[in-house]
Structure formats: structure tokens, C-alpha cells
DNA sequence: CTGACCCTGAGG
DNA sequence: CCTCAGGGTCAG
């Protein structure tokens, strides 16, 4: 559910309030978030404690905190391995680049919670908790120096937590919104930049699509390919460029495999500015707070309800395993 | 490129 | 009780 504006929300909240913090403290609630760490909680343990976020990066729908060598209590400086060459110092005032970045995906259910001091509710038994209790899934918590927490919440645990090292951007460029470089996470290194990323080469992509026979909805979903859509925001992309989710990306011309981008990225952004789209209380931003987006969504979940173009009935079927949504007056076929 | 899998909770 | 929802990954 978290697509890229959800996961943008998400990463200027944490941005805001986390960077320059130590992270002294690690908490693991189910280890099941940890699936992707390698050398599990041990591991993602020597990484983070000690480690001072110096920046929050996101690309696409993936997240992740750049960690600098921070102070600990006691003044010493916590250490992190340094792969020779890859970093010199990034960093600000207290530490070079530990050369590695904490990476977190949001996957269907995923929410990243910040939690200050006083809002830190008495500790309830594990995860266990009534259902109103927000963090009723946490699964992973980071403590802040200043007693503030990083939560991972994830209902349905298909995000998750760990660590990847850093590596050059094979183009150079800043390796995505809020990076101070051109280092990416191993792990975010096969996704494709997004539609609102300043350095992406929309012609190309489009170049790029028009050269696959696959449907044009799954190249919108392939993240090799531009990466932060999902299945709502193909659909009201493939909406607002009226183009038919099924046609052929060889059956596009330049012209509206271009304008489908655009048009896409146009979504996205409207959808940013009011905080993304929620229908419920799964996702939400830092604070717990809902998007308006959901309101101004014209085919996503709208099945039986009136185009907003044409007024024709908006269909619903299933497409490569999930749904898709579509008015058939005026989102023709190539 | 399709489909299974990872999961849980809502809804039929 | 069964099915469905869906992002990403990986086997086939």
C-alpha cells in the first residue's frame, strides 16, 4: 500500500526529527522483520549502536538512513566497518560514513512511527495489546539518543529492517531524494530511479517501455525499470493518460509512453502534497496521521462508480495477480 | 513472464 | 472457515 509519495511522507517526517541522533538502542519484537538481514539481529545490532543518522534517502518505495560514526555516552566513538575507497567522510561534524545504511521497505503494511519521550506508552506486554493500541505490531524499535524511538510497525510483515553497504551510483548522480551523494545500499542498487527523482531520463524510460511486449501496467510495476508505483498509482496513471492497463508497451508511441510518465508523476505529486493516499488507519505518516489522498482517487477502488471523465462505469478485473481498475470508454486499447 | 510465497485481518 | 488483499523476490 505505501507507494512512493506514502514512503516520501514517511522520509521527510523522519528527516525532520532523526537526523543527527545516535541511535543507542535496539529492540526486536518479531524477528521475522529482520528476514533480510544477513547475520541477523546480532549483526544489524554492531551497525546501528553507536551509529549518528546523518541523512534519510529514499528511492522509490525504499528508505534508508545513512550512518555515520556517532559519540557514545561515554565519548568513545562507536566503530563500523569501512569498505576501502567507498566513502571518505560524508559525514558531519562528529564522524565519517560508517559505510553503511540502515535500508527499510514499508512492503504492504509497513509503518516507520517516531515516538518522543513522553508519548513512549508503559510498556505493554510484547506486541500483545488492545486494538486501539497503535504500535499493537511493533516489530522493531530503535532508541535515539534523546529517548525518542523509531518504531516498525508492520501488521502484515512483509517490510522490513536491515543493513546493506554502501556502493557507488553507477551514473554519478545523487542516489535519491535527500541524498548528500552518489552512494546507494547493495540492496536498493537494482532500483530503477523514480518519477520524481530530478535525475531521471523520462525519454529513455520511455524508450525503455516501448521496447517490451509485456503490458504496460506490469512495465509501470517492473521497479528495474522506474521504480515507487504500485498498483494504485498505475491505475490512476494509466487513468489520467488514458491509456488501457493491457495494452503492449511496442504498441506506444514516444509521445504517449511519455505523456503515461508524466501524467503519472503529475499523480504522485498531487497525491505528496496532501500528505498521500490512506484508506485507513494502515498507513500513516510518522505521527500517525491518515493522507487525504483517497478522495481524489478516480479508479483505484472505484469499481461500479462513475468516471469522473465520462461518467461510464469504472471496471474492475484481475490483472497479473492483482486488481486493476479502469474506465473502458475512455482508457482505449493502443 | 507467470505464479508461489511470505503474512494477517477483514469480509463473505 | 475460506478467500482475498498486495510489494518484492525467486523458482520454474
Redesign the pocket.
Known amino acids: ?1 505505501p ?1 512512493l509519495p506514502e514512503v516520501e511522507v514517511v522520509r521527510r517526517g523522519l528527516a525532520e526529527r532523526s537526523v543527527g541522533r545516535t541511535i543507542t538502542g535496539l529492540e526486536v519484537l518479531d524477528a ?1 522483520s529482520l ?1 533480510r538481514q544477513s547475520g541477523g539481529e546480532g549483526r544489524l545490532r554492531a551497525v546501528l549502536l553507536g551509529a549518528r543518522i546523518s541523512a534519510v534517502v529514499r528511492r ?3 528508505l534508508w538512513l545513512r550512518l555515520a560514526d556517532g559519540t557514545t555516552a561515554d565519548g568513545t566513538t562507536a566503530d563500523g566497518p569501512t569498505p576501502d575507497g567507498a566513502v571518505s567522510d560524508g559525514g558531519g561534524p562528529d564522524g565519517a560514513e560508517t559505510g553503511e545504511a540502515l535500508m527499510a ?1 514499508l ?3 509497513g509503518q516507520l512511527r517516531l515516538t518522543t519521550g513522553e508519548s513512549l506508552t508503559p510498556a505493554r506486554g510484547a506486541s500483545e495489546g488492545p ?1 486501539s493500541d497503535p504500535l ?2 511493533r516489530r522493531v524499535s530503535l532508541s535515539l539518543e534523546d529517548g525518542s524511538r523509531i518504531d516498525l510497525v508492520d ?4 517490510g522490513g529492517l536491515w543493513a546493506s553497504p554502501l556502493v557507488p551510483a553507477p551514473d554519478g548522480l545523487p542516489a535519491g531524494e535527500g541524498s548528500p551523494d552518489a552512494l546507494l545500499p547493495e ?1 536498493a542498487a ?1 532500483v530503477a530511479r523514480d518519477l520524481l527523482d530530478p535525475a531521471i531520463d523520462l525519454p529513455e524510460v520511455a524508450r525503455r517501455m516501448r521496447a ?4 504496460v501496467k ?1 512495465l509501470l ?1 517492473d ?1 528495474a525499470l522506474v ?1 515507487g508505483i ?3 498509482y498505475a491505475d490512476e496513471g494509466l487513468w489520467a493518460a488514458r491509456v488501457r492497463d493491457d495494452t503492449p508497451g511496442t504498441a506506444l508511441s514516444q509521445r504517449t509512453a511519455h505523456a503515461l510518465l508524466r501524467e503519472t508523476a503529475a499523480v504522485m505529486r498531487r497525491a505528496l502534497a496532501v500528505g498521500g493516499t490512506s484508506f485507513d488507519a494502515l498507513y500513516v505518516n510518522v505521527d500517525g496521521r491518515s493522507g487525504y489522498f483517497a478522495r481524489s482517487l478516480a479508479a483505484y477502488g472505484k469499481e461500479g462508480e462513475p468516471c469522473p471523465r465520462c461518467g461510464t462505469a469504472i471496471r474492475r478485473r ?1 490483472f ?4 486493476s481498475h479502469f474506465c473502458p470508454r475512455c482508457q482505449r486499447a493502443r
Not at 517490451?212 to 503490458?215: K, L, N, Q, V
Open positions: 500500500m507507494e521475522r528476514r522509490g518505495k525504499f521497505h512492503g504492504m503494511s486494538a499493537r505490531h501488521q502484515r510483515l512483509f540492496a537494482h517490451r511486449r509485456a503490458p506490469a510495476l521497479q521504480s504500485g498498483n494504485i484481475a497479473a495477480g492483482r486488481s
